[in-house]
């Protein structure tokens, strides 16, 4: 690379100056050009302002200010000038912002810029000359003062139109002219109190005619949620809504009235129900809400009167119609438990709903049960035990029963095993003797149904606690009077009695002399010869003698199918009653 001489180092060095000079003339140059301009426009601007046509004033001085080249003029003018500018594009921008928000129909928007114009215009037109008749020029050019005008008229003869289309086609789904309405300036209606004065009777009528329809056509929830829907609105935009309420109490009182004297309870439960969910918008003394609640307290009392007549069914059912305006689980809780008590039944019946079972029994305080109940399903060849424990908890157990489940009946024996735990004896028919026996023990601490026995004889006896006797049994004891002991593997052979045939012989020659002689022990016992006539037992439909008297039956023309309290529950000629256990009932 060859190196730069001197000579030509100052030429570039010259150059570079020349350069910078010709920017400097052309910068000076073009500044001189633009001061002039802006010379002129300040010189244009004072004759605008002079000739008070202080828009053309302002936009010529703003041009000229916007050069920025230099400072024209006294400072009070600038100061002026200055502030209309400031004024200009304040308005300016409410004038966009209306225009915007009236296209897209933003009734808060144009509210709020129109209340920020009159502030605005107030601001102003409290000042000198100069700034009021520069936003007077300003407004009018943009039209502002018109486009606000021709928007409110317009809304308020739309808003009145929707209001009447409304009622005539029935259709409330769209009430925006109320908000529209309210939204319109005091002075488009002739100040405030006119304002007040025909929003209050137009409100008022569409309500009221509204109303009306509604109760002409619609249901009563319909009714009242849509009028509720209306108040709350109203309430919202600081609408005096008590005449509303009044007319919407009126009407529901009356149709409330209306179900409770027609004892259509379902249908006072529906209508109360749906009353509740507009209680927000009623006062704390609503005279609907206190006959709903004066006729809610009547009816749970009638479900306890139901309660102390036994009547559960009734009072459960009421129960369960009146949840929906009052929780009553508890209540509900506590019934069952009074109706378990007053009849364990239940136990089955509620565990089971869809199972028929035939010799129920049940009763209190057996093999550690606070509760117990069982009875025979035929359909599948068990017995089902239910017992409610001391504890509250609640123990189901069923056993297969290898009998023949068409004849078979059950109860429990006192005599066998003790009477807090005694034995349950299901006798039927056998199949190599007259019958077959099957006795279960309840085991409730095990949680299971004990086999204690199955056998098949012509009779079976109780004798006591571990004895039994029977006539003929298959196996062991065959064509014997036996005695048998009740163990842990089932029933043990103990002795002969007697033979069967010695024993029918017996049993003749006692009868002939008036004597019978008990297999068990030989004794003798006088009989009368005298039958007694036969005994007719009241029958009740309840275990109760409160319960009305359906009939009478005679000794042996019925069946007991279950006992309850001292009652035994029985069929007789196809029906079903209720008759007094006592120790002459056969």
């Known amino acids: 690379m060859l190196p730069i001489s001197p000579y030509h180092r100052s030429l570039w060095v010259r150059n570079i100056f020349l350069g910078l000079f010709a920017l400097g003339l052309i910068a000076v140059l073009f500044k001189l050009g633009f001061g002039y301009k ?49 004024i200009r594009i304040e308005l300016e921008g409410l004038y966009q912002y209306s225009r915007s928000a009236i296209s897209e129909k933003k009734v808060a928007e144009i509210g709020a810029i129109y209340e920020q114009y009159q502030a605005v215009k107030q601001k102003y037109q409290n ?104 108040i709350r609105q109203y309430k919202k935009l600081g609408i005096e809504t008590d005449w509303l309420v009044g007319q919407l109490e009126k009407y529901a009182l009356a149709e409330i009235k209306e179900v409770i004297r027609s004892k259509d309870l379902s249908a006072f439960v529906d209508m109360a129900a749906a009353y509740r969910k507009i209680e927000d918008v009623l006062s704390s003394d609503s005279p609907v809400l206190d006959s709903v ?35 009553t689980a508890t209540l509900l809780s506590d019934l069952e438990k009074l109706w378990l008590e007053y009849d364990p039944a239940r136990l089955l019946q509620l565990r089971y709903p869809d199972r028929t079972f035939t010799d129920m029994l049940s009763g209190t305080d057996r093999w550690g049960a606070k509760l117990y ?53 299901v006798s039927a028919s056998g199949k190599e003797r007259a019958n077959a026996y099957a006795a279960l023990s309840p085991n409730l601490t095990k ?18 606690s571990e004895h039994v006797i029977m006539k003929n049994t298959v196996g062991k004891g065959e064509n014997e009077i036996a005695l048998f002991k009740l163990e842990d593997n089932g029933l043990a052979y103990i002795e002969k009695l007697a033979d069967l045939e010695e024993s029918s012989e017996e049993t003749t020659e006692g009868t002939e002399s008036g004597e019978v002689t008990s297999p068990a022990d030989g004794s003798t016992q006088e009989t009368d010869q005298t039958l007694p006539a036969t005994q007719k037992i009241d029958v009740f ?46």
């Open 293 to 327: 609640t004066r006729y809610l307290e009547g009816k749970l009392k009638q479900a306890e009167q139901y309660i102390k007549s036994f009547e559960f069914t009734k009072a459960r059912e009421l129960y369960e119609q009146l949840n929906p305006l009052q929780d």
């Open 38 to 86: 802006q010379i002129t426009l300040y010189k244009q601007a004072k004759a605008f302002y002079e000739q008070k046509n202080l828009l053309q004033a302002e936009e010529t001085f703003s041009r000229a200010h916007d050069m920025a080249v230099l400072t024209y003029g006294d400072d009070e003018w600038n100061s002026i000038m200055l502030q209309l500018t400031s």
């Open 373 to 425: 109940a069982f009875g025979l399903s035929k359909a599948d060849q068990r017995l089902y035990f239910a017992a409610k424990m001391p504890n509250d908890s609640l123990l189901y157990l069923d056993q297969s029963l290898d009998v023949d489940m068409k004849s078979a009946k059950a109860k429990i024996d006192d005599t066998l095993g003790s009477k807090e735990k005694p034995v349950i004896i």
């Open 127 to 230: 000042q000198k000359d100069v700034p009021a008749m520069f936003f007077q020029q300003l407004s009018a050019h943009l039209g502002m003062d018109k486009s606000f005008s021709d928007y409110y008229l317009n809304a308020l003869q739309t808003a009145k139109a929707q209001a009447q289309s409304n009622l005539e086609k029935e259709n409330y789904q769209d009430e925006s002219f109320i908000e529209t309405l309210l939204a319109i300036p005091d002075e488009y209606y002739g100040g405030k109190e006119k304002k007040q004065a025909e929003l209050s009777a137009l409100f008022q009528n569409y309500e009221k005619t509204k109303l009306r329809k509604l109760i002409a056509s619609a249901s009563f929830e319909e009714v009242i949620t849509k009028t509720a829907t209306s």
């Open 447 to 464: 949680e299971s149904l004990e086999k204690r026995f199955l056998v098949e004889a012509d009779e079976l006896s109780v004798e006591d």
């Open 541 to 586: 439909a309840g275990p109760g003698e409160e319960y009305e008297n359906i009939g009478q039956v005679a000794d042996g023309s019925f069946q007991v199918i279950a006992d309850l309290n001292g009652w035994y529950q029985i069929v007789f000629d196809g029906k079903e009653g209720w008759i007094r256990a006592t120790e002459s009932t056969p």
